[in-house]
């Protein structure tokens, strides 16, 4: 029989529905704390930064909620994503195993990231809000969310990673063309910025800092609002069409994963392919593991601490309850900038914590070996984000082909890499230095961990 390579949805079939892991978690999250008090705040506390409808979204029990038709009609121009069987891959590795990827690199954005830019974009737009404002690393969320906010009539303002703004100078002219203002961060605009470069003038910045900055700016502002490309529950709730849509289609393939692999920067991109297939776990008892890459040089699942941490550098977040290598600490400048976040989302957290999800570690060189095979293979040059799901991938079923078994293994492809040449071509001249953060180096970022009394 032919093998299947390429699974579509019409556009009757896209799921309407965002899918809330909340209203089916065994162990419900611990609530965000106000730094000061230490008692848990209420959805108004975020009212400064955030529209009601997405705070009502971070807060949500239910378990689905409608995606609204003018989000749809967004979604439509690139929706329902390709779900592909990587079956030049499955040919090179010579392996036993099938291989799916969901491909989320073919809108206008290039990543998953404009599945919730929209959303949000919307829900601000709604509210009446004027301006947005924003952190980027990489440089694939500030484009996501460029051209949804001119798209809704929305001004935006972007705090970008200084060392992606110097090493990514596509993505910061993309922003532009989509009508978007771009900073580097740390920057002189903000006083969270001045600080920071008051202390280290060459500072390469970090999400953490870039947060910070995007905050300040909001807060100052009844008509700015601040807006985040993960982490959040209501991020993650917009990424779960990528994981309703992927169920659809392995039914449509006659399969079903015995593995579902993201990579993980702050846990949107995974949550939202995985956390469908976790659903179909926990209500129907579908076996399944759900398994997360992260790059050793930031390994705040595989080896940071869970505990109350704040999810910017200046501590202007509430308190969470997360997987964190510090809210100071700066990662080393490995390419997979988005990536390069010191904490994970409150949910995965929980549920990494309760057993649900497994984690890994991964050196950059053999992620873009990964990377580079899967190019030659299946004629898509990832992100170097995606490589890291790869690299899982790879590992699954090369494990699978010593163990003698034959495993069905899904990943999500979140984007692509064609702003991302430079690395590549660092990795071809052999310049892309592996780095892992030791158990040592994690305590010490840990000890520095300081929370207000
Ligand atoms: C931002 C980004 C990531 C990491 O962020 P998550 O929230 O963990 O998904 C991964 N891949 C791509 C292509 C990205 O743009």
Same mark, same amino acid.
């Given at each position: ?65 409608? %995606? ?17 069987? *990587? ?13 799916? !990827? ?12 404009? @599945? ?56 910061? %002219?993309?922003?532009? *063309? ?20 008051? $202390? ?68 949107? @991109? ?16 579908? @076996? ?34 997360? !997987? ?26 929980? $549920? ?32 170097? &984000?995606?490589? !890291? ?35 590549? &071509?660092?990795?071809? &001249?052999? @310049? ?10 994690? &305590? ?10």
């Amino acid at each position: 029989m032919k093998k299947t390579r390429k699974i579509l949805l019409s556009e009757k079939e896209m799921p309407r529905q965002w899918y809330n892991i909340l209203a089916d978690m065994p162990n419900k999250p611990l609530p965000p704390l106000n730094p000061a008090t230490r008692e848990p705040i209420g959805p108004e506390a975020l009212a400064a930064v955030f529209p009601m409808g997405l705070i009502k979204q971070e807060v949500a029990t239910e378990r689905y909620i409608d %995606i609204p038709d003018e989000v749809l009609d967004l979604y439509k121009t690139y929706r329902p994503s390709p779900l592909f069987r *990587a079956v030049n891959l499955e040919k090179a590795l010579g392996t036993k195993s099938k291989i799916y !990827y969901k491909y989320e690199g073919g809108n206008y954005s290039g990543s998953h990231k404009a @599945n919730t830019a929209i959303a949000q974009a919307y829900y601000n737009k709604e509210e009446g809000i004027k301006r947005i404002t924003t952190e980027t690393g990489a440089g694939q969320w500030g484009s996501a969310m460029s051209f949804a906010c001119h798209h809704f009539g929305l001004e935006l303002l972007v705090f970008m990673v200084r060392v992606s703004y110097d090493q990514k100078p596509g993505r910061k %002219i993309m922003m532009k *063309a989509y009508n978007a203002q771009v900073v580097a961060s740390p920057s002189t605009m903000t006083a969270a910025g001045r600080k920071v470069l008051e $202390l280290d003038p060459e500072s390469p910045g970090s999400l953490g800092i870039a947060i910070s900055e995007a905050m300040e700016v909001a807060v100052q502002d009844p008509y700015t609002k601040y807006s985040l490309g993960s982490v959040l529950n209501h991020v993650i709730l917009h990424q779960t069409i990528i994981g309703q849509e992927a169920l659809l289609q392995m039914e449509k393939a006659g399969d079903y994963p015995d593995v579902v692999i993201g990579c993980f920067g702050g846990g949107s @991109n995974f949550s939202g392919i995985a956390f469908p297939f976790l659903r179909e776990k926990l209500l129907n008892d579908k @076996n399944i593991r759900l398994l997360t890459v992260e790059p050793a040089s930031c390994p705040k699942l595989t080896k940071g601490k869970f505990m109350y941490d704040f999810g910017d550098s200046a501590g202007m977040t509430p308190l969470l309850p997360m !997987y964190t290598l510090g809210h100071n600490f700066i990662p080393e400048k490995i390419h997979a900038g988005g990536l390069r976040y010191h904490g994970a989302g409150v949910l995965v957290s929980q $549920l990494l914590k309760d057993g649900f999800i497994e984690a890994k570690a991964k050196m950059q060189m053999e992620c873009f070996e990964g990377g580079v095979l899967f190019a030659r293979t299946e004629g898509i040059l990832p992100a170097p &984000e995606s490589n !890291y799901a790869i690299a899982g991938a790879l590992d699954e079923a090369r494990k699978a082909d010593i163990e003698g078994v034959s495993r069905t293994i899904l990943f999500n492809l979140s984007g692509h890499g064609h702003f991302d040449i430079s690395a590549y &071509e660092k990795y071809f &001249e052999g @310049n892309l230095p592996d780095h892992e953060l030791t158990s040592s180096e994690v &305590e010490e970022a840990i000890s520095k961990i300081q929370l207000p009394d």
